[in-house]
């Protein structure tokens, strides 16, 4: 299948194994004892418009074939379902602190947690996951205090700057130094498919200095806007203290590829649900 990078450059590694195939960052393949990951469409077992790692549970999607697609997945990255910890996501700027106790929510039991958008954990083993059509994955690794994280940051995340609220909820739970983190942003959909009205470029003027507003967004002849969700989370990310050259982009548009991601744009809400994927060793 023929991938669409943004302006032609492929800033991420395409992985497959057993027919599953993911997505990496090279930056994090170079740190020891981190396994990462964002998967795509292929490999999986569901149908119609699920076709075929749909992730999630609740989107009509068969649960046996979703239940598969897990298995499949986790085998292929190197983890086992057992240890994936899922999100809650309902647009909010609510980080939790994972714990050995949520080892399989989601997954193999209920969670007993609601709004949850962002997760962070020392644990070696626990892997972190969330989920995706369009909106904005986060990552983070704090090498040094074996920590990481993961955020969904769509539009009121962004404003909400769940970027930033995760890197203070690493520093006040493991000592993270946000100059020592690692962090990406991974596939969402780019501005050139991001079409949005002023009400929510209002929300982004309030919440970014105007001299930024220039590279978040431009305003079209028919009075849309065109948002750039990966420059306004890479500012949140400089923001919060995290270097530039530890910043990694993702390069690739959700909506540009809907054969290959899910979009929700793209598939006019007829689709299932990618997942980002992190834990340490």
């Given amino acids: 299948m023929k991938i669409k990078w943004y302006k032609d450059k492929q800033l991420m590694n395409v992985n497959q194994k057993n027919k599953v195939t993911w997505l990496t960052y090279p930056a994090f393949e170079k740190l020891p004892g981190i396994v990462h990951g964002f998967s795509t469409r292929l490999g999986g ?7 075929s790692m749909n992730l ?30 899922t999100s ?16 399989g929510n989601g997954i193999t039991k209920p969670r007993p947690y609601t709004d949850v958008d962002g997760m962070i954990t020392n ?30 940051s769509g539009w009121r995340g962004t404003v909400g700057k ?35 009205s002023e009400d929510v470029i209002d929300q982004f003027r309030e919440a970014f200095e105007e001299k930024y507003w220039d590279v978040l ?26 270097k530039e ?6 390069g690739i548009c959700t909506c540009c590829n809907p054969l290959f991601l899910y979009s929700h744009r793209a598939s006019h809400g007829k689709r ?10």
Wanted: glycine share 6%.
């Fill in 45 to 51: 077992v569901s149908q119609g418009i699920y076709e």
């Fill in 56 to 85: 999630s549970f609740t989107r009509g999607d068969e649960e046996s074939a979703v239940r598969e697609n897990y298995r499949r997945l986790s085998a292929a990255m190197g983890f086992s379902m057992e240890d994936i910890v």
């Fill in 88 to 103: 809650d996501q309902t647009h909010t700027t609510n980080v939790r602190v994972v714990t050995e106790e949520d080892r």
């Fill in 123 to 152: 644990v070696p083993g626990l892997v972190l996951a969330t989920f995706y059509a369009d909106c904005v994955p986060l990552f983070f690794i704090d090498p040094v205090h074996r920590a990481v994280g993961l955020s969904h």
């Fill in 162 to 196: 769940i970027g930033k609220v995760t890197v203070e909820k690493m520093t006040e739970e493991f000592q993270t130094d946000p100059s020592e983190l690692y962090a990406a942003i991974g596939p969402s959909i780019c501005q050139d498919c991001y079409e949005v």
């Fill in 217 to 242: 967004f431009y305003r079209k002849p028919d009075g849309k806007y065109q948002l750039n969700l990966w420059e306004a989370n890479r500012r949140i990310f400089l923001d919060a203290g995290i």
């Fill in 245 to 250: 050259e530890r910043i990694s982009m993702p």
């Fill in 272 to 281: 299932g649900n990618l997942g980002a994927f992190i834990t340490v060793r």
